[in-house]
């Protein structure tokens, strides 16, 4: 199972940037789909994740009313729409995915990530 995000950018703050990720191979095991980032000098952390089962979400209070996450189920797919972004939200972007049924913020329950994706907000 491979996972490829797209979508990033250099972006003004106050802007916005959509990330997706699409899993390509064996995807039928996928429960959950979700974003972590990680800023130069800083460790990787959570962003925001779904779970199509019970079909709720997760957000960082960093990006909670800022940042939207959405998916397609049937082709797993997770995009997330990053509104007001700030020069603090500069990372890189990396999608990750879980075949368990642990949902959570821990890099540890997921077991496939993507390439990452550079944001960078800045004027």
């Known amino acids: 199972v491979q996972l490829q995000a797209s979508g990033g950018g250099l972006v003004h703050p106050g802007g916005s940037l959509r990330l997706s990720c699409a899993g390509s191979?064996?995807?039928?095991?996928?429960?959950?789909m979700g974003w972590f980032r990680q800023a130069p000098g800083k460790d990787r952390e959570f962003v925001a994740a779904?779970?199509?089962?019970?079909?709720?979400?997760l957000y960082a209070d960093s990006v909670k009313g800022r940042f939207t996450i959405s998916g397609d189920n049937a082709k797993k797919m997770v995009s997330l729409q990053m509104n007001s972004l700030k020069p603090e939200d500069t990372a890189v972007y990396y999608c990750?995915?879980?075949?368990?049924?642990?949902?959570?913020?821990?890099?540890?329950?997921?077991?496939?990530w993507g390439q990452g994706t550079q944001v960078t907000v800045s004027s």
């Open positions: 990750a995915a879980d075949r368990d049924f642990i949902f959570s913020r821990r890099q540890r329950d997921y077991d496939l």
């Open positions: 191979g064996s995807i039928f095991r996928i429960n959950h």
């Open positions: 779904l779970t199509w089962v019970g079909g709720t979400s």
